[in-house]
Every structure is written in C-alpha cells, then in structure tokens.
C-alpha cells in the first residue's frame, strides 16, 4: 500500500483579550479543526497540535494582544515558524463565511445578511481566514 506525502497543519490565532479563534488547517486547504478558546487555555490547545507533530507554522493575527501570543509562540515552540499575518476585516469575514456554512433559516434569512449577527463567537471563523491569508502568501 502507497501513501502519499505526510500532510501537516498550519495552526492559526484571532487573539483577543479573553478568548481567541484556533483553527488548524492542513497544508492542502482541508480544515483539521476550528473552535474558540479561553485565553488562558491556549497555550495547551496548541500543545496538543504540536505534540501530534505535524505543525508546519503558527499564523497569528496581527491585532489585539497579538505581541503576547507571538512571545509565547516563539518561547515554546521555537523550532516551529511563527508568522504574524495582517488580520484586517477578518472580522467581517468571518461573520460572511460563518453565514455561508451556517444560512438563516425560516424568516432570518430574508434579513440581509449583513445585518445578521451570529448567535455565537466567530473567533474560530476568522483565524480560519488568518490561515488561508498565510496559505496566499499576505503577511503583516
């Protein structure tokens, strides 16, 4: 039986003050997993991504409390690449791509969707685009 070549994930980061978005990725665009996590728990989400092995990069949003996390990063895991990436309307985005995967059912979706806010945090959403902006080659 022939495999093919090992696939790895690039880990992406929305910081924020109390929770951030967490999305792994492979690096042929198939999404791993994506979640919200407390801050204070991230250190140990990632952990579990690195101790898999197959962590190619750690992409971090470059706004709120991104410094921090990018210290954390490099002090941990140093042997893994962390790349801070521009994270601008990531926010709108991910509210557009959480619509996309999620429409609006009965009369919600007659309301344009631009006006819809989403019933829970889309943090998860917008490190999902901090991954594909990495995967695209955008840097902060």
Known sequence: MTTGPARHKIIGIDPGLTKCGYAAVYDDGVRASHEV???GELAARIERDVRAGDVAA???GDATTSDAVVR???ERW???PV???DERNTTFEARRLYY???PPRGLMRLVPRGMLMPPVPIDDYAALLIVERYRRGVRA
């Open 83 to 85: 790349v801070v990436v």
């Open 72 to 74: 954390l990063c490099r």
């Open 78 to 80: 140093p042997d893994i």
């Open 37 to 39: 996590v407390r801050e």
């Open 58 to 60: 750690i992409c971090i």
């Open 100 to 102: 996309e995967e999620h």
